[in-house]
C-alpha cells in the first residue's frame, strides 16, 4: 500500500508545531505508512483574542491554565497562537477565512494530498476546503465518476477542471482551473460548520461529498455535539465515531491503531474503535482506584484537553 500524504490543519490558538505534539501519539502509530504534512494559520492571536469571557473560564476552572499559556508563549515562538479566522461572538462572520483559503490554496498547488486532517476549527476549515475543491468537480461530473475518482478506480483529469459554479469562491482557481483534485477523504476532529457569507456558496443546498470522518468527544464542552452534527448534517458521504472524552484528539490505544488504519486505506472496513473504547471504560470501572492499590497503572493516553481554555471563541 502506497504512502499517503495527508495535510494538516491545527485549532484555534494553537499551531503546526503545537498540533504535531498534541498527536504525536498518533504519528508514531502511523510509522512511515503516512506523511503528516502541518501548515500554519496565518493569523496571529493577541491575548484579548483568548480570552473572551472571564466568568465562564472561573466555572471551568481554566484562568490559572490561560495565564500560563501566556506566559508560555512570551517566552517561546513557536507556542504563538494562531487561528483560521476571527469568529464574531454571533458566529455569522469568519473574519480572515480569505486569506487562510488563499494560503491552503498555495499549498495545494505545491504538491499532491490523498486527504485532509483538522482539529476544532482546523476541522471545520479542513470541511469547507473539501466541500471548495469537491464544489469545483460536482458541476461537471456524475456522481458515479466522483465515487470512482475517490476509490482511486480512474485518474483524476489533468489539468483539473474548471469551474462552472463561479458562484463558489473564484479566488481559488488558478488560471480557471482548481489548484488540486478533490480530497481522498477528510478527518474532522470535534468539527462545525462554519458560517460566513462567502461559505455558503461552498456548501451549496445538498452539502458537500468528500467522504467524511467525524469524530465528537462526548463530554466536549467547547465544540458541543449539536455544532459537530450541524457539519455532520451537510456531509453526504459521512462517518461518525464518538469517543467518551471531550475536546481532544483521541489518542488510546484502540483509536490510535483506528485511526492509523484509516489514514492508510479511508476506503478500507475499519473496525470502529467505540466498541473496545467502551468495553475497556467498563473495565476499568471495577478496578479499585489509585489510593486503594499502588499497582494501578496511571496510564492510558486519552489525547490532552488542555487548550480548552483557549478555544472558547471559537
Not at 493577541?46 to 481554566?62: I, Y
Not at 458521504?237 to 483506528?258: C, D, M, Q, T, Y
Not at 472496513?269 to 473504547?277: C, G, K, L, R
Request: aromatic letters at 8%; one cysteine or more; proline letters at 8%.
Amino acid at each position: 500500500m502506497s504512502k499517503k500524504t495527508v495535510l494538516v490543519l491545527h485549532g484555534y490558538s494553537q499551531n503546526s508545531t503545537i498540533f504535531s505534539k498534541r498527536i504525536g501519539a498518533l504519528r508514531k502509530e502511523c510509522g512511515k505508512k503516512v506523511d503528516f504534512v502541518f501548515i500554519d494559520a496565518p493569523h496571529i492571536l493577541q491575548p484579548a483574542d483568548l480570552v473572551f469571557n472571564s466568568s465562564r473560564l472561573e466555572e471551568l476552572g481554566l484562568r490559572a491554565e490561560v495565564q500560563a499559556n501566556e506566559a508560555a508563549m512570551a517566552d517561546d515562538p513557536t507556542l504563538t497562537p494562531r487561528a483560521w479566522w476571527k469568529p464574531n461572538p454571533e458566529r455569522t462572520k469568519a473574519t480572515g477565512i480569505e486569506e487562510s483559503i488563499m494560503s491552503v490554496r498555495e499549498v495545494l498547488m505545491s504538491r499532491k494530498f490523498d486527504g485532509v486532517f483538522g482539529f476544532s476549527q482546523g476541522a471545520a476549515f479542513a470541511a469547507l476546503i473539501s466541500a471548495l475543491l469537491h464544489s469545483i468537480m460536482i458541476a461537471i461530473f456524475p456522481s458515479a465518476l466522483i465515487r470512482h475518482l475517490h476509490n482511486g478506480i480512474i485518474d483524476p483529469p489533468s489539468p483539473f477542471i474548471s469551474l462552472e459554479r463561479p458562484e463558489a469562491y473564484p479566488p481559488f482557481l488558478v488560471d480557471g482551473k482548481a489548484p488540486h483534485p478533490p480530497f481522498d477523504f477528510c478527518v474532522a476532529v470535534s468539527g462545525f460548520k462554519v458560517s460566513d457569507p462567502i461559505c455558503e456558496p461552498i456548501w451549496g443546498e445538498d452539502g458537500f461529498s468528500t467522504p467524511t470522518l467525524h469524530v465528537i468527544g462526548k463530554t466536549d464542552v467547547v465544540v458541543v455535539e449539536e455544532r459537530s452534527r450541524a457539519l455532520l448534517a451537510i456531509s453526504k458521504n459521512p462517518r461518525l465515531e464518538e469517543h467518551v472524552g471531550g475536546h481532544f484528539v483521541p489518542s488510546k490505544a484502540p483509536w490510535r491503531k483506528f485511526l492509523a488504519a484509516y489514514l492508510s486505506n479511508s476506503s478500507g472496513d475499519v473496525p470502529s474503535p467505540s466498541v473496545t473504547e467502551a468495553a475497556s471504560s467498563e473495565a476499568s470501572s471495577t478496578v479499585p482506584s489509585r489510593s486503594e492499590t499502588p499497582q494501578a497503572n496511571s496510564g492510558g493516553g486519552g489525547g490532552n484537553q488542555t487548550n480548552a481554555s483557549l478555544t472558547m471563541k471559537l
